[in-house]
């Protein structure tokens, strides 16, 4: 009970969303790759003049878009991006963050400003990271399948 209370509790700067990767529109797919290479990162932000979150391009995207539809390197990142950007706020519970994280089937969470500006970015691992270190009991005692109950005592 305690963690689903923490979770709608507290807010996603609780979860220390590191320093996002951002670059323009007018970057290619190749020099954008080579950007997610060179900072081992999973996904880069894309933003327009004004600073605005206005896609991102994760390594997902590499596989699907860029080699799966055959695209020219020296094409746009805007030919590629995912527009549909799904974010938060700083002040939104982390809670909604997870939602969004499992709704959509997402590894990035971009974390933006009121004026839609990137100041953030929230991995799964980021917050499996913030459960296990404020949770360790819960977390470390659960079963593989919390909806399994088993028949028989388990072990030696």
């Known amino acids: ?8 509790r507290d807010f996603v700067r609780h979860l220390a969303p ?3 990767l951002v670059t323009s529109p007018t970057t290619t797919v190749r020099e954008t790759i080579r950007l997610l290479q060179e900072n081992q990162a999973g996904c ?3 933003c327009d003049g004004q600073n605005k979150a206005i896609g991102i391009f994760t390594e997902r995207d590499v596989l699907r878009r860029v080699i799966g539809e055959r695209v020219d390197l020296d094409s746009p990142i805007t030919d590629v991006m995912t527009t549909d950007l799904a974010s938060v ?6 809670a909604r963050a997870i939602h969004l994280l499992h709704e959509r089937g ?9 004026q839609g500006g990137p100041i953030g970015l929230i991995t799964v691992r980021g917050v499996m990271e913030y459960l296990v270190e404020h ?20 072990g030696a």
Do not use: C, G, W
């Not at 009970?1 to 709608?8: P, R």
């Open 1 to 8: 009970m305690e963690l689903t209370h923490s979770l709608e």
């Open 18 to 20: 590191k320093a996002p």
């Open 44 to 46: 880069v932000i894309i």
């Open 89 to 94: 706020r700083e002040s939104d519970k982390i």
């Open 106 to 114: 997402l590894r990035h969470l971009p974390v933006l400003d009121d």
């Open 135 to 154: 949770f360790p009991q819960t977390i470390y005692n659960l079963p593989p399948d919390p909806s399994t109950i088993l028949e028989a005592r388990e």
